[in-house]
């Protein structure tokens, strides 16, 4: 009787095991389903911060130009935007826009991944020898406020120029033209009265390939970047957070420009809201690209006392 009641206990302890099991495996299949549930329930909030990076590198491809095809890429797009389609520069038969301050100058451009095209390029000249002058400083030193405002005036190793910046004329149209928000959330957007800028007509290529420059700059820890740019321009990027501040007066240099610099810590802080996201984004996207860009010692310069450390020219 004792053999029969210890099997009877043990049938029962195997079916309550079992039971238990099922349970917990039914219990364990509906919170599964649970985050489903809520996220039709309790829809995600709205982020226009992922919407314009989403939108972004769905479309595009950021390249720090390495090698001299890559290099070649931004030079072709700039002779075909200043040289053939805005007659700032003399056409040549290499169909390349190039200087001499390319030698020591960090290209980049946006690939457009659907076609492969060049969707826009920027460079940044740096400083990589010594007693070299920036490209503003050489051609319009006289344009500047004051001598302490001068590059020549900063540590070497500070300081960087911001050129070139070319975006063909198919895409200036594409980044007017594209609704990087559904309607539905178009709507949402514009009915917010704190948002500063037209999400509606962003020029994101623009925005993207200075927030490039930035990420670079502060990879290479450099305290003012200068730029010659229009003032019009340099008034429409308040609205984005990007404060440029004026060193200098007008220029006639194909059209009116106007000396600015920047500080690539302070862009990165102001920036306005929905655009942090896209320079962090940005930032991540180069991260392996950064750090390629190596450092080169170069020869003592007159007011310091040790040897500077720039970077090449990527």
Known sequence: PNNKLNQGSFALKMRTMSAVRALNGAVSNKLSRLPQTFSRVFPSRFSLEESISNFFFSRYELVIAKEESEKQVSYKTRHKVYCEEMNFEQKNATALEKDKFDDRAINCYIKHLPTGECAGTIRLVLPTEAGLALPLEEKFAEAFEKN?????????????????????????VRQMRSKILPTEKLERVKQKKNL?????????????????ATSICQHLNVKHAYVLMEPKLARRMKAFGIHFNSVGEAIEFNGKRVPYRVSPTVL????????KGFHRKIHSELNSALQAIGDVAVPTIEHTRKPLRIAHAA
Not at 151 to 171: G, K, Q, W, Y
Not at 202 to 208: E, K, M, R, V
């Open 268 to 275: 990165a802080t102001e920036l306005a809201k929905p655009l």
């Open 148 to 172: 302490e405002l001068l590059p020549s005036s900063c540590d070497p190793a500070s300081v960087c120029e911001i050129s070139r910046l070319a975006i063909p004329r198919e895409f200036r």
């Open 196 to 212: 500063t800028f037209n999400v509606e007509h962003f020029p994101y290529l623009s925005i993207a390939l200075y927030l490039m």
